[in-house]
């Protein structure tokens, strides 16, 4: 048998740079929309004594001949929870272990990514004000893959600490000034894209500021039935997300939507595969766009398995 390799945090910084995940992820939800590739539901599995739990996320790319697996522990602490994330991936001709990597960075890469493939496919072509809520390393992913989608004429990142904040760049790499916003909902009005990328497990904009026209993204947390816009905002929204089999059963306010009667999961307009596809209904314009990611096993097991390939080529 041969050892499968081993990636810690320090390894996945090191060879990110030679990894394009935007692409890696582009080319798996195609695959998935071709019936190459599966993506069963999530699993979220609790400690007993409420000492946490773990969500496991799963995927097989039969191009690659490679399955594999992503546990997400969530475990609580004394002031702060410890979350980490590490990936399995397995040979679909040997089934043997090929990898083993800490997924925390990857994690954040791989969810950024998604967010932008969806806002480059729903947002208008004339698209120039971007917002982004949240200023943690997440929100400046987002901002990495964001800023090359659209000649962006003002950029807007918005945090209640903003001002605590470091590392927030003045500039976009096409010379944007970005502007620093503590009032949320003041930087949502008027922008064409706005990117959610908080941990929060409750509403952290008001739906009523956004615009008619505009594309709005929103990422997952361990929260239960976390949710960053409000549930009955959903039926005024044209909705996506990132894959319809599995993300209605998962994501919080779709969840809650559902259960009051507010929106029915029938009235997804399409997902990422979908999407990609051209087989997806396009945004109206007459109301926001609105798309939920929960984080799909299969985006973990994509990067996992691009970054293996970096590993093997160095």
């Not at 048998?1 to 582009?26: F, W």
């Not at 929870?81 to 997924?103: I, N, Q, R, Y």
Request: proline residues 6%; aromatic residues 6%; negative net charge.
């Amino acid at each position: 048998m041969t050892q499968p390799i081993v990636l810690h945090e320090a390894d996945i910084t090191a060879l990110l740079p030679k990894v394009d995940v935007r692409s890696v992820l582009e080319r798996m939800f195609r695959a998935l929309a071709d019936g190459d590739a599966v993506q069963p539901p999530q699993t979220l599995s609790l400690f007993p004594r409420d000492a946490g739990d773990f969500i496991t996320y799963l995927g097989v790319l039969a191009g690659e001949k490679i399955f594999g697996a992503k546990l997400s522990p969530y475990i609580p602490g004394d002031g702060k929870a410890l979350v980490t994330a590490w990936t399995l991936l397995m040979s679909m001709e040997t089934g043997e272990p090929v990898l083993l990597c800490d997924s925390k960075k990857l994690t954040t890469e791989r969810t950024a990514a998604t967010s932008v493939i969806a806002a480059d496919a729903l947002a208008a072509a004339d698209a120039s004000v971007l917002t982004i809520v949240g200023s943690g390393p997440v929100a400046l992913a987002h901002l990495r893959y964001a800023e090359a989608i659209r000649p962006w004429k003002e950029i807007r990142i918005a945090s209640p600490n903003i001002a605590g904040r470091t590392g927030i760049p003045e500039k976009s790499a096409a010379g944007c000034t970005i502007a620093k916003f503590t009032d949320v909902n003041q930087a949502v009005r008027g922008a064409d894209v706005v990117l959610l990328c908080t941990s929060s497990g409750k509403p952290v904009i008001d739906t009523a500021a956004l615009s008619k026209a505009g594309v709005v993204t929103s990422i997952s947390t361990n929260v239960a039935n976390a949710h960053e816009v409000d549930p009955a905002a959903l039926s005024g929204f044209d909705v996506y997300c990132d894959y319809r089999a599995t993300t209605p059963a998962s994501a919080g306010e779709m969840k809650l939507a559902a259960a009051s009667g507010a929106w029915s999961p029938d009235a997804l307009c399409g997902d990422l595969p979908e999407l990609l596809a051209g087989r997806a209904k396009a945004p109206s314009r007459e109301r926001p766009a609105f798309f939920r990611s929960i984080g799909l096993g299969l985006e973990d097991v994509a990067a996992a398995v691009a970054l293996l390939a970096a590993a093997r080529g160095q």
